[in-house]
Nanobody
Framework: QVQLAESGGGLVQAGGSLRLSCAAS??????IAWFRQVSGQEREFVAA????????FYGDAAKGRFTIASNSAKNTVYLNMNKLKPEDTAVYYC????????????????WGQGTQVTVSS
């Protein structure tokens, strides 16, 4: 049974940092990604990585502030978020699968339940 377990969300002040973790179990994946969603808005791509090559790919909101990394031994992907802004407030979802395009939802067959990140001003 495939499961994606997210952890690490919480409340942080603007300028602070958080690390999100996504532990995948049940199989390995060609790509694992983070998306985020604000209530009433579209789910937005944040970052993705191909664990086999450790190749990262970032969305515009993440560039320069967030880092995605994988621990293949633990089948876990981390999202290190620095210099957080209030506009980073969202539910962050881990997704896994074999997408052709890393930045789109298509191809990510498995999703976690989400973890809330709140950045106060």
């Amino acid at each position: 049974q495939v499961q994606l377990a997210e952890s690490g969300g919480g409340l942080v002040q603007a300028g602070g940092s958080l690390r999100l973790s996504c532990a995948a179990s049940g199989r390995t994946f060609s790509a694992i990604a983070w998306f985020r969603q604000v209530s009433g808005q579209e789910r937005e791509f944040v970052a993705a990585i191909r664990p086999s090559s450790d190749s990262p790919f970032y969305g515009d909101a993440a560039k320069g502030r967030f880092t995605i990394a994988s621990n293949s031994a633990k089948n876990t992907v981390y999202l290190n978020m620095n210099k957080l802004k209030p506009e980073d407030t969202a539910v962050y979802y881990c997704a896994a699968g074999s997408p052709d395009l890393l930045s789109t939802r298509m191809g990510y067959d498995y999703w976690g339940q989400g973890t809330q990140v709140t950045v106060s001003s």
